[in-house]
């Protein structure tokens, strides 16, 4: 059974720190592309940055660019994303999802987990 479980979410000041993690089971984990992205309230899900199965590139959304880092365990089945420089506006449910294919399109992501919950406020 695939399964998809991040973790890492909760309430941060603006222009402070999050680590999410996602752990991964109940499929060849190195052989998948990996991504994070979110849904805002009363907004649509928003792709924010991927990575290759062997963790040899990375992709950011122009709205993650120089805050936001991914990574990956394969040892370990996880994928992180660490976020700096919070903003209000990266409020949203962040998801982590797997491919056998890298996309920038969340809809090509075929397992997805169910999310954690960011809140940037003061």
């Known amino acids: 059974q695939v399964q998809l479980v991040e973790s890492g979410g909760g309430l941060a000041q603006p222009g402070g720190s999050l680590r999410l993690s996602c752990v991964a089971s109940?499929?060849?984990?190195?052989?998948?592309?990996m991504s994070w992205a979110r849904q805002a309230p009363g907004k649509g899900l928003e792709w924010v940055s991927g990575i290759y199965s062997d963790g040899s590139d990375t992709y950011y959304a122009d709205s993650a660019k120089g805050r936001f880092t991914i990574s990956r365990d394969n040892a370990k089945n996880m994928v992180y994303l660490q976020m700096n420089g919070l903003k209000p506006e990266d409020t949203a449910v962040y998801y982590c999802a797997a491919d056998l294919a890298f996309s920038y399109r969340s809809d090509d992501y075929d397992y997805w987990g169910q999310g954690t919950q960011v809140t940037v406020s003061s």
């Open positions: 109940g499929f060849f984990f190195s052989n998948y592309a």
